[in-house]
C-alpha cells in the first residue's frame, strides 16, 4: 500500500535559519496538503498542491510538489518562534497524514 | 463563521466507562472525520462521514468504538468499555466533500481514561 514518509522527525533551529521539511511517497500522489499544529492545538490547514512541479508561496513559506508527484517539500525562510509546531502532509485522495516534522525554533 | 465545535474539551474517566464525545461540523460541509492522535501513533483517521453516512471505518480500532452522524450538523464517537490505551486526543474534523478538499479541525477532546 501507499507509504508516506516525513523527514527529518525533529528539526531544532536558531531563530533566523531556514528550515525545510519533506514528504515522501512510495507512490505517485494525485494532490498533496500541508498542515501546521502548534502546540496544544489542532491541525490548521496551509496549503494544497496539484500540479506537477508546482510551487506556492505564502510570506516566508514555500511549498513545492515533485516533478514526479511522489515527493514535496515545505520550506521556511529565516524562522520565526511563532513557526513552532508540527508539520504534516496529508495526500488528498486518502486521508493519511503523514507523520510529521516537528520544528522547535530557539530564540 | 464558527469552526468545528467539539465538546467536551477534556475527559477524564475511568476504566470501563462509557465515553461520548461530540462533534458538530461547520454548517454546509458534508464530510465529517474522527481522528486520534497520540505520541507514538500519529493522527490516525478512524471513520469519516460523506453526507451523514459512514464511508470508511477501518481505522476504528474495535468494537467498544462505533460513530454516529444522525443529521449533517451532529455527530458522536462512542467508548464502551474505555480503556487506558484509549488515552489520546480525539479530533473532528469536516470538509466540503471528500478527496482534495482542505479539512478544519475543531479543537480536539483529550480523553484520560484511568
Known amino acids: 500500500g501507499q507509504q ?13 535559519e531556514d528550515f525545510t ?4 511517497s512510495s507512490t505517485t500522489l494525485s494532490n498533496i496538503q500541508w498542515y501546521k499544529q502548534r502546540p496544544g492545538g489542532h491541525p490548521v490547514f496551509l496549503i494544497q498542491l496539484v500540479k506537477s ?49 516537528r520544528l522547535s525554533v530557539l530564540p | 463563521d464558527a469552526g468545528v465545535i467539539q465538546s467536551p474539551r477534556h475527559e477524564v474517566t475511568e476504566m470501563g ?18 481522528y486520534r492522535q497520540t505520541m507514538m501513533r500519529g493522527l490516525e483517521l478512524l471513520i469519516y ?4 453516512v459512514p464511508i470508511d471505518d477501518s481505522g476504528m480500532p474495535e468494537d467498544r468504538f462505533s460513530a454516529k452522524m444522525p443529521n449533517a450538523s451532529f455527530s458522536t464517537l462512542k467508548i464502551q468499555p474505555s480503556e487506558p490505551r484509549d488515552s ?10 471528500t478527496g482534495g478538499y ?3 479541525f475543531g479543537p480536539g477532546t483529550r480523553l484520560t481514561v484511568t
Not at chain 1, 8 to 15: C, I, L, N, T, W
Not at chain 1, 21 to 24: K, R
Request: proline share 3%.
Open chain 1, 4 to 16: 508516506v514518509m516525513q523527514i527529518p522527525q525533529y528539526q531544532h533551529v536558531q531563530e533566523g
Open chain 1, 21 to 24: 521539511t519533506y514528504c515522501n
Open chain 1, 53 to 101: 512541479g508546482e510551487v506556492k508561496k505564502q510570506k516566508r513559506l514555500t511549498f513545492q510538489f515533485g516533478e514526479a508527484k511522489k515527493n514535496s517539500s515545505l520550506h521556511i525562510t529565516a524562522t520565526q518562534t511563532t513557526d513552532v509546531g508540527t508539520y504534516f502532509c496529508r495526500y488528498g485522495q486518502n486521508f493519511v497524514f503523514g507523520p510529521g516534522t
Open chain 2, 17 to 34: 466507562q462509557e465515553v461520548t464525545l461530540r462533534c458538530k461540523p461547520i454548517s454546509g460541509h458534508n464530510s465529517l472525520f474522527w
Open chain 2, 49 to 52: 462521514f460523506n453526507n451523514n
Open chain 2, 88 to 97: 489520546a486526543v480525539y479530533f473532528c474534523a469536516s470538509s466540503r466533500g
Open chain 2, 102 to 104: 482542505e479539512q478544519y
